[in-house]
């Protein structure tokens, strides 16, 4: 999949930038990267929560849902920020990027629940 998409704000650490490519990575099924439109340098990677952690289901507030105009579960693309340093991958749980795949209306969400680790250490089981 490659999509546009429009943050309702910035993600964090990207201001002001709210349009995006979200472009697949040749290879690597569920790798994406996200890139700032108006600023090819402006990227991070983000994983189809799908694809590399299907047991995470994190539960997303009425004025969440209300915001993207998500009615059901079908029309969500849930997808993790992925950090990679020597010590190896974690991705953030705490704060999805949640997509309403009609629309391509995305945000960055913090869930209200403390239930989902702010980094979560990939592992060969995971992934």
Request: net charge negative.
């Amino acid at each position: 999949m490659n999509a546009g998409l429009s943050f309702l704000a910035p993600p964090p650490g990207l201001e002001p930038h709210t349009r995006f490519a979200l472009r697949e990575i040749a290879g690597a099924s569920g790798l994406y990267a996200l890139q700032a439109s108006d600023d090819a340098a402006i990227r991070m990677f983000v994983l189809d929560a799908a694809v590399y952690l299907p047991e995470y289901a994190p539960t997303l507030s009425d004025e969440q849902c209300e915001a993207l105009d998500v009615r059901s579960p079908e029309e969500v693309l849930l997808l993790v920020v992925a950090t990679t340093d020597d010590s190896g991958t974690t991705v953030n749980l705490m704060a999805p990027v949640v997509v309403n795949t009609g629309t391509g209306v995305a945000a960055q969400l913090i869930l209200e629940s403390d239930d989902w680790p702010l980094r979560h250490t990939l592992t060969s089981r995971t992934a």
